[in-house]
């Protein structure tokens, strides 16, 4: 069905969109996207996106000109791509696509939510941070990081600042009111690959390439203190939600608690490294870690460890709805599949990107999910997640 003054679509439990076809809208969807070998392995050129149980779903062909995208690993999980999009500071050309927010011409690495939600800053593996107006579909902003691509992007608390990640040597800030610069952490304990703010905002922790977390002072921006545990890059981290613990997971499998305060560790559990491709961390001690055996494991602040799901699907991104009542997770087919916990139920299969969804945001109310394809196209969903509903 369609509500709202943009007819943005709703997913009822199990059921299958296709925003390539607005008109199409059926029920009792139950499909995983899976590669025309089943082997979870991403959709080629030219090749359909198929049902788990054999039967082709309707998300068209991947155009043939996304052959021309450059494939490299980045991380946890990604691929590196070009696409011809409108200049910044452009706005969107109006389109028969109501879920279409715009492109831009490079692969999408991170997406974040302002907490009003009214923006949306998406960052790509070449180019500027975009500042997106949700509303008008608009570029509102274009901020250059100096440092190459950020891979992690955390807006303030309250909305009055944005910290972008960079690999080269940088954390920059900005100043949401102005979009000029506040700082710019350089140098050692600077190289970052994610980011995290205290609830409070006093303080920043990035996480780096080298394996070390660095604790900023919002108001100095001088580095607090370093923690050291990890063996590989750290991809991410969140506060609890008192902000005394902080948790960390890294590219070696590990995933860390620390007391924020005293900057020691508290407690650890450690995955295969090298089947992990996605791990999401929440402000409750949860962490969610999506491995190449398609099974996303939870494991909560006390220890304990539950598989939640298991399907054909091999998945990519992954986001936490702010209320926890939901998993927004990418697939090889180039859809999107959103799942209510507890217990796990399918609440829909976002189906309208042409190429890899590599990053997912929820909106800080939970109605909106927003996604980044490889091509470089942003994509705004109304999902509903952490409204309550039939299971």
């Not at 149980?53 to 494939?71: H, K, T």
């Not at 972008?164 to 920059?172: G, L």
């Not at 969140?238 to 007391?259: E, K, N």
Request: hydrophobic share 45%.
């Amino acid at each position: 069905m369609w509500t709202g003054v943009r007819a943005t679509m709703i997913a009822a439990p199990g059921a299958d969109i296709d925003a390539t076809n607005p008109a199409r809208f059926a029920e009792g969807g139950t499909a995983m996207g899976v590669s025309p070998s089943h082997s979870g392995t991403p959709v080629r050129s030219g090749e359909d996106a198929w049902h788990g149980d054999g039967e082709r779903i309707a998300v068209g062909r991947v155009p043939a000109s996304s052959s021309r995208s450059l494939f490299c690993g980045v991380a946890l999980a990604g691929v590196l791509g070009l696409a011809l999009v409108p200049r910044p500071h452009e706005r969107e050309p109006a389109s028969a696509d109501p879920g279409l927010l715009g492109r831009q011409p490079e692969t999408i690495l991170a997406l974040a939510f302002s907490p009003d939600g009214r923006r949306l800053a998406a960052s790509g593996y070449e180019g500027p941070v975009r500042i997106w107006d949700v509303a008008g579909r608009a570029v509102e902003a274009s901020l250059g990081t100096e440092h190459g691509p950020a891979f992690g992007l955390a807006w303030s608390p309250d909305g009055r600042a944005l910290a972008a990640a960079s690999v080269r040597q940088a954390v920059t800030v900005w100043d949401a009111r102005s979009w000029e610069r506040a700082a710019v952490l350089e140098g050692r304990p600077g190289l970052a690959r994610s980011l995290a703010w205290s609830p409070d905002g006093s303080t920043l922790a990035t996480g780096g390439l080298d394996s070390d977390i660095a604790i900023w002072d919002a108001a100095s921006w001088e580095p607090r203190a370093v923690l050291r545990g990890h063996s590989s890059a750290v991809n991410a981290l969140a506060f609890s939600a008192d902000g005394r613990a902080l948790m960390s997971a890294a590219g070696d499998g590990r995933i860390r608690a620390w007391d924020a305060a005293a900057a020691r560790p508290i407690h650890g559990a450690r995955f295969p490294a090298d089947s992990l491709t996605s791990v999401v961390l929440s402000p409750a001690g949860e962490a969610f870690v999506a491995s190449r055996y398609r099974t996303v494991l939870r494991r909560d602040a006390a220890g304990n460890e539950e598989q939640v799901l298991a399907n054909p699907s091999l998945y990519l991104a992954m986001a936490r709805s702010p209320g926890g009542r939901a998993l927004a997770l990418s697939t090889g087919a180039n859809t999107v599949e959103v799942w209510r916990l507890a217990p796990p139920t399918p609440l829909a299969l976002l189906k309208g990107h042409a190429s890899t969804v590599q990053a997912l945001a929820f909106s800080p109310d939970g109605r909106m999910l927003a996604s980044g394809d490889r091509d470089g196209t942003l994509r705004i969903w109304e999902v509903h997640a952490d409204e309550p509903g039939p299971p």
